[in-house]
């Protein structure tokens, strides 16, 4: 089946003459038809079949489409309906929608939509929201690790004077989540991002080695010595964010050495500027322009910690990461700070997070790890 591209001034007729011929033909107009992509089926020179697609972010709505008379029963609407959904794949949307009229339902149920919310009517017709949800990316929890004097600690709001010690062995921690069935572990050298260099690095070496946890290491990573003590003692990523912020060159640098793939780019944010140096240096840096920038040169990974919320248990930032993924597609956003239950973990991944990081909720039994088993 062909289907092409449709210029508004077609678009506008078909769908006067099929939905509304009783109204003014202004009626058909759409606020935002420009914004839109309108896609048609033409029969012998003419458009038949009609329906405009509108994206925002990681939702997209389908609305107005319209087949002539003499051409409705013979599968053009179907056809339009499958590239729309095709379309949705590809362009990694999470929720596809419509408002549909309640006699054509069971042509959206075909698709796999479902009716949502409370009908409705308008001009004269009944209608009901129908979405089907796509691209649903299973979500990973990475328990914490923050080390300072080798022990394990818990910040709140970034502050170093505001530390609560839970356990003086951070390997007894780590095998904990290990025998719970996690797989990541996001372990921080807090002392290194202080000192601007790597200091805890026995501690991320006794881990890796007496546990299978994959390793996310961060604080401190600076200089090629840095990177390679964290490499050798088993980090399976780096993470990185004040060189990310200072000086780009060099992790360019580093991208070529070890492959971009091994990197993840942190971010700690208050107000949405990024702050670096375990959160004590702040900058005008946006974290969506940060973001997008280093998403242009291959980085997959980020995760973002909202430092007014890190260590409060007051839930997490959910419009900062939709803000994000709805600015910056085909990346793994990680989410970091706040979060304080199971129906937090369970709104970031609606949000479409590919990942939470979890700490002090663990550590105060606000989330059990028998919890976190569903998510594995």
């Keep these: 089946m062909d289907i092409r591209p449709v210029p508004l001034s077609e678009v506008w007729l078909l769908r006067h003459e099929v939905m509304y011929p009783n109204y003014p033909a202004d009626v058909v107009k759409l606020k935002d038809d420009e914004l839109g992509i309108h896609l048609g089926i033409y029969k012998t020179g003419e458009l038949v079949s009609v329906v405009s697609v509108f994206q925002n972010g990681r939702e997209m709505q389908f609305r107005k489409l319209a087949t002539r008379k003499d051409w409705q029963g013979k599968g053009l609407a179907t056809s339009l309906l499958n590239y729309i959904d095709q379309l949705a794949q590809q362009k990694k949307v999470q929720r596809l929608w419509c408002n549909a009229r309640l006699t054509a339902t069971g042509l959206y149920e075909k698709m796999g939509m479902q009716a949502v919310a409370q009908s409705w009517q308008a001009l004269g017709q009944d209608f009901i929201v129908m979405e089907k949800k796509l691209n649903q990316q299973k979500m990973e929890i990475i328990p914490a690790i923050d080390i300072i004097d080798g022990k394990c600690v818990r910040l709140s709001k970034g502050d170093y004077a505001q530390k609560t010690v839970y356990n003086e062995n951070p390997l007894e921690v780590a095998k904990g989540f290990e025998d719970a069935g996690l797989k990541r572990l996001h372990l921080v050298d807090l002392d290194g991002a202080k000192a601007g260099e790597v200091r805890n690095w026995k501690v991320l070496e006794q881990v890796a080695g007496k546990t299978s946890l994959k390793i996310d290491f961060s604080g401190g990573i600076s200089s090629n010595e840095s990177l390679a003590i964290t490499f050798n003692s088993g980090a399976a990523y780096a993470a990185i964010g004040s060189v990310a912020v200072k000086n780009e060159a060099l992790l360019t640098?580093?991208?070529?050495?070890?492959?971009?793939?091994?990197?993840?780019?942190?971010?700690?944010?208050?107000?949405?500027?990024?702050?670096?140096?375990?959160?004590?240096?702040?900058?005008?840096?946006?974290?969506?322009?940060?973001?997008?920038?280093?998403?242009?040169?291959?980085?997959?990974?980020f995760f973002c910690t909202d430092i007014s919320k890190d260590g409060l248990l007051q839930g997490s930032s959910n419009d900062l990461y939709k803000k994000i993924l709805d600015n910056v597609e085909g990346i793994s956003l990680i989410a970091s700070g706040g979060v304080s239950s199971i129906e937090d973990l369970e709104i970031l991944k609606e949000v479409g997070c590919s990942g939470v990081i979890v700490g002090k909720a663990i550590y105060e039994n606000r989330i059990s790890l028998e919890d976190l088993k569903k998510f594995n």
């Design 253 to 301: 640098d580093w991208f070529q050495a070890y492959g971009v793939e091994k990197f993840i780019l942190g971010a700690d944010v208050l107000d949405e500027k990024i702050q670096i140096k375990g959160w004590t240096v702040a900058t005008d840096i946006n974290i969506i322009d940060f973001i997008r920038n280093y998403a242009s040169k291959g980085v997959l990974q």
